[in-house]
Structure formats: structure tokens, C-alpha cells
């Protein structure tokens, strides 16, 4: 067995394979960007060293600096996580030339999967199905174009190399394919380095369905049951469980021996997955392998009881697999939802510092989380903050816990999709195993827009208020709090909210517009808040902002705001009242500018692409127009809240 092992990743995985290494009583040692020096993984390593400045093409994607790092922190071994170098033939060839252990599969294996279009080669070969496409070598924008006449549509155009969704374009209709072609290309090429396509015809409502496989270096493979990972924003997983509730016992056995026929005839050896689409009618196509531990590996573990990290370590140094497929057995069920820092509508991505990170605890409930309260959401990361995962009985108990776990979570700072998550697993068609590809497409609105907060929530900010300590150097803050007088309290959320907070034998009585309640401190500690509300015990968790409360209650996150002070700078107005400025949602990158000065255009045509957390966002007109004033040229670097374009609105 290996005395240190290198991390080359972040997040909540290097904090998952540092705490294996532990159990294991093997060193951990990590490597981090300039922006992770006081990250999670960072804090918790033996030892660590600095790669690279915050860029990931400039850290945690340069193999030589990683094998240079471990060589200097006297590692045996790297365990390359998920996503960055994880596939990487390069690390893998390094690491073998610099006498480390790679934990994953031989380079050859990597190559063998690596691209889309040489893995459905492999997987046709070894009598697997695979969906109709085209994956030749002539990557032409003539060829591709001809190949999807020839396919027609629906189609999937997507990259070759890598997956996440990057580089995917689901087209309708053929006309719309050259652009596809282009932002595909475009995308992949920024991602993964590698620009080449592939276009499948695009299966409608199917289940994406994947099997866990391991293989040891003597030959024995078996497979470890399945995972559904069918509901997905942008074609990245945002629930997955284990197992499918469409699977029979049959199809479950078909899907586990195509999945060790494909790592068979890769020459695979550790842990690894291989993908497959399955459509309503019970019939499955290979989709890929990813030569890597999953993101939602923890499923798998739960419900089978073997921990994928420590089998992953035992085989990379040369243990054969425990046990054979007929030891393994699938018991329970398991859930997994991903939290990201993001919009829960829009998807769009979040930053900043997390004030408050409360993870739900509780039977069957596990958290893998990258960060903890006062941590930092960068602009260069995925916006993974952690995985919630819970197990029980049966589905149905599994589904009541994510349920309750979600409601107990508390997240403060950055936007996050928490909102949707309690959504999809409150709808009755997830409960029902009802899912698919397009769940969420389908179930549109899932998350109604931002309103203005909850009563309970309203109360919770005047107590805060009212029992906050006085700021030093300033006794007249509190002077109001001793008379029996009502205080009069003005929040901003989604409009503005006046409150009549009276002091009362056994707390207060607090008034809205329209609303009266009877309230009393249970207790106030440092970020978490009861209340007997009307003789209803509630809890809530909190943080202190500088222009207010940030209040978490029942799962979701409200911003309560103090009206400012009236100044003559907030009475002035801007003198231009005839165009509209469009914003960056979020620091990043103009890829792509569309219009140009003077264009006029309609309703809903793009206007620039911005390139952020490796994703593309498209910006749209929200009206027809004529293009006034862009700032920026492609290529140019925007900071959250950058004005984009100037757009005069003009009748159609």
C-alpha cells in the first residue's frame, strides 16, 4: 500500500479521497490554484503546494507541475478525482514515466474511451449497441452538415473529447445545424482542447442510465448495479439515484454485461463507468465510458456497500477484487442531488463568500461538501458546493428522507439551485420513478419566480433587529430598545415590507399590512434562531450583511434588506431613459458578438455569447431594437455587472 498520495483535484472530491486516505492511514497530500490557498482540501492535507495561478489551464490542468509536485512532496501515487486530468492519457503516461502510480486505468484504456466517436468503435465491436450517428474522421462543416441530413432530426451534436455537457447542441431542425456546429466546436475546443464532433440521432424522453464497472489487474471485472442520472439541466446530472426504478431484473443483468463487455475489450483495470440511453420501450444504446470515479459514486456505495475510493487505491496497488459479481448484492435505495452555487431558474452561475453553510444531518443522510461557512465561491470552478445523499429501505423512504434533508439545509451568500432541488423531489412524477432526460424541460416553472418572503421570515428579521447588540461607539442605537414604544421597521425583499414590532410581557407583537403575530424567543444563538410564532415553534438560520439579514427557513434563502439613508446621491437619476443596459450576470469572457453598431433586431435574436465557469451564455434581446453602443470586443474579460449593450427599443 501507498504511504502518501497526491490529490490533483479540489472540491468536495479531495476532500472525499482525503478522507479515505485517512481511514486507509495513507498520507494525503493536495495540490491548489492561487485562488484555493485557504480552500477546504487546502486546510485538511498533510501537505500542499501551489500550482498555478487561479486558471485552471495554468494549475490543475498542467500534468508536469502535478508529477513535479508529488515527486517534491514524496507521493507514491496520484488519485486524479474527477473532471480536470482525470482522463488524461498525458498525466497517466507521466505518472508511469516518473515511477508513480496512476489510480485509474492505463493509458491505453484512457485512449481506447477517451473520444466518443473511437468508444462507439469499441463498444460496436464488442456486440454493444450504439445510438445512429456519424463519428468519422472528416470534420468538415460540409461533412457534418451532410451527415445530418442523412441522420435527420431530432440530432445530438457533440463533442468528441470530454462531457459535462460541454460542447452539446440538441438541434430540431436542420437549418439550425451550421450554428450548432459552430458553438459546439467552439465550446468543446475552450473545454477539452479538441474540436471534433460527433452527431448522433437525438432519442426522445429516454432514461440516462449508467453502469458502475471495476476491474482489477487480473482480469476478474464485475459490475456494481446501475445508476439513473435522468434528470439533468443542460445535459449535466442533477439527481441520481441507485437503482433505476425502470430496470427489471433481466434488464438490469443485459445492462451489466454490455457495460464488462465494453471494459473488457478497453482493457480496463480500477473503477470506471459506462453510460447508456434507455428508451421507453426498454431498449439501450452505449453512450460512453468515463475512465474515472463519478461524481455520483456515493449512490453506488450505499446501496452495494463497498466504498469505490478504497477499492480504487486497493487495485492501483496491485490487490485483486474481494469479490466476485455473485458476491454483490443491491439492497436499498439511494438518492443523490447535486447543490450548486446557481441560479435555480436560470441556472445561471453564483459567487462569493458562503456566510452560512448548514449540511443536514440525520439517518441515512450523507453530505459531501468542498467547503464550509465563511469559504469562498470562485468565478473559476465548477459551481459544485456539495452532494446531498440520502439512503433508506426502499425508494419511497429514500424519497421522504431527501425530502426532510433538503427542508433542514441551510445555505447563505451565494445563489443556489436548493430551490429546484426541493422542487424535483417534492413532484409527484419523481416520487413516481416518472423521469426522464427532459424532466425538467417538461415540469417548466418548477422554481415560481422570487416573491416577496414569508411572513415567519419577516418576523424572524424584526427580532433580529430588535435583539441585535448596538454597534460600539454608537449608545443611541439602542435607546429606542428600552421603552415600551412601538418600533416601526421597513425591510426591502422583492418590495418593501413596514412592520409595527410592540414589546410585550413575553416577547412582541409584530404587525404587517395585513397580518398580526404573537411572537417569543426560544433562542438566539450565533447563526441559528427560534421562535414560537402564534404558539408555532420555527427555526431559522441567519447571518449578518452589511445591508441587512440573510435568513435561511425551510430549505430556502431570503436577502431582508434595511432601506438606506436618503442622500442627494440616491435621488439622482440617469438622463438616459430611451435605451436598455444589459448586464453580465457573472465575471467572464465575450466569445462571440453577433450584431454590430446601428444593427437593428428583433425579439429574442442573440446579441454576444459570454463564456463563464466553462458554460455558455447566450444574450438575448428582450425586445426588437437598434444596437447603440458594445463596449466590448470579443475576447475581452467582463466583471459581474458590466454594462454589454446598449439596445434602443423601436416598434416592429
Not at 573 to 579: F, L
Amino acid at each position: 500500500m501507498f504511504n502518501r498520495i497526491l490529490i490533483a483535484n479540489r472540491g468536495e472530491i479531495a476532500v472525499r479521497i482525503i478522507r479515505a486516505c485517512r481511514e486507509l492511514g495513507i498520507s494525503p497530500a493536495v495540490v491548489y490554484s492561487a485562488a484555493d490557498a485557504g480552500a477546504l482540501h487546502v486546510r485538511m492535507a498533510d501537505v500542499a503546494i501551489e500550482i498555478g495561478p487561479p486558471s485552471a489551464t495554468q494549475s490543475y490542468l498542467r500534468a508536469e507541475a502535478i508529477v513535479e509536485a508529488a515527486l517534491k512532496l514524496n507521493a507514491q501515487a496520484i488519485h486524479p478525482g474527477y473532471g480536470f486530468l482525470s482522463e488524461s492519457v498525458k498525466l497517466a503516461e507521466q505518472c508511469a514515466a516518473a515511477g508513480l502510480t496512476f489510480i485509474g486505468p492505463p493509458p491505453a484504456a484512457i485512449a481506447a474511451m477517451g473520444g466518443k466517436a473511437e468508444a462507439r468503435a469499441l463498444a460496436q465491436a464488442a456486440g454493444v449497441p450504439v445510438v445512429p450517428g456519424y463519428d468519422g474522421d472528416d470534420q468538415s462543416d460540409e461533412r457534418l452538415i451532410a451527415e445530418a441530413r442523412r441522420i435527420g432530426p431530432p440530432l445530438l451534436i457533440k463533442a468528441s473529447a470530454g462531457g459535462g455537457g460541454k460542447g452539446m447542441r440538441a438541434v430540431g431542425d436542420l437549418a439550425d445545424v451550421p450554428a450548432a456546429i459552430e458553438g459546439a466546436r467552439r465550446e468543446a475546443r475552450s473545454a477539452f482542447g479538441d474540436d471534433r464532433l460527433i452527431i448522433e440521432r437525438l432519442v426522445l424522453r429516454p432514461r440516462h442510465v449508467e453502469i458502475q464497472v471495476l476491474a482489477d489487474m487480473y482480469g476478474n471485472v464485475v459490475y456494481l448495479g446501475e445508476r439513473d442520472c435522468s434528470i439533468q439541466r443542460r445535459h449535466q446530472k442533477v439527481v441520481e439515484e441507485a437503482p433505476s426504478p425502470a430496470l427489471t431484473p433481466a434488464l438490469r443483468q443485459a445492462m451489466g454485461n454490455a457495460a464488462v463487455a465494453v471494459a473488457r475489450a478497453a482493457g480496463y483495470v480500477n473503477a470506471g463507468t459506462v453510460e447508456f440511453i434507455l428508451t421507453p420501450d426498454g431498449e439501450f444504446y452505449f453512450l460512453e465510458m468515463n475512465t474515472r470515479l463519478q461524481v455520483e459514486h456515493p449512490v453506488t456505495e450505499l446501496v452495494c456497500g463497498y466504498d469505490l475510493v478504497h477499492l480504487q487505491i486497493a487495485i492501483a496497488a496491485g490487490e485483486p477484487l474481494p469479490f466476485r459479481q455473485e458476491d454483490i448484492d443491491v439492497r436499498g435505495h439511494a438518492i443523490e442531488v447535486r447543490l450548486y452555487a446557481e441560479d435555480p431558474r436560470t441556472y445561471l452561475p453564483s459567487i462569493g463568500k458562503v456566510a452560512l453553510f448548514v449540511p443536514p444531518q440525520g439517518p441515512g443522510v450523507r453530505v459531501d461538501a468542498g467547503l464550509v461557512s465563511g469559504d469562498e465561491v470562485t468565478v473559476h470552478y465548477d459551481p459544485l458546493l456539495a452532494k446531498i445523499i440520502v439512503s433508506g429501505t426502499n425508494r419511497q423512504q429514500a424519497v421522504a428522507r431527501l425530502r426532510r434533508a433538503l427542508r433542514e439545509m441551510a445555505v447563505l451568500g451565494p445563489t443556489t439551485n436548493l430551490p429546484l432541488l426541493q422542487a424535483i423531489a417534492e413532484h409527484p412524477a419523481f416520487a413516481a420513478g416518472h423521469t426522464h432526460t427532459g424532466f425538467l424541460s417538461e415540469h417548466e416553472g418548477l422554481v415560481p419566480p422570487p416573491g416577496p418572503p414569508p411572513c415567519a421570515v419577516l418576523v424572524a428579521a424584526a427580532v433580529l433587529s430588535v435583539t441585535d447588540p448596538p454597534p460600539p461607539r454608537d449608545p443611541f442605537a439602542a435607546v429606542w430598545r428600552l421603552g415600551g414604544d412601538t418600533i416601526p421597521l421597513t425591510f426591502v425583499a422583492h418590495g418593501d415590507h413596514h412592520l409595527r414590532v410592540t414589546p410585550s410581557t413575553n416577547g412582541w407583537q409584530i404587525s404587517g399590512d395585513s397580518w398580526i403575530a404573537q411572537v417569543s424567543l426560544v433562542r438566539r444563538g450565533h447563526h441559528e434562531l427560534a421562535l414560537a410564532i402564534d404558539g408555532q415553534r420555527q427555526q431559522f438560520f441567519f447571518a449578518r450583511v452589511e445591508d441587512g439579514w440573510l435568513i435561511a427557513w425551510r430549505g430556502e434563502s431570503y436577502h431582508l434588506t434595511r432601506p438606506a439613508s436618503l442622500t442627494a446621491d440616491s435621488v439622482l437619476r440617469s438622463n438616459d431613459q430611451d435605451a436598455a443596459s444589459f448586464n453580465a450576470p457573472m465575471p467572464g469572457t465575450i466569445v462571440r458578438i453577433h450584431v454590430a453598431v446601428g444593427e437593428r433586431v428583433r425579439e429574442g435574436q442573440p446579441l454576444l455569447v459570454l463564456e463563464a465557469m466553462k458554460m455558455e451564455h447566450t444574450v438575448v434581446a428582450p425586445y426588437a431594437g437598434i444596437v447603440r453602443r458594445l463596449p466590448y470586443q470579443v475576447g475581452a474579460s467582463v466583471a459581474a455587472g458590466a454594462h454589454l449593450v446598449d439596445l434602443e427599443p423601436v416598434s416592429e
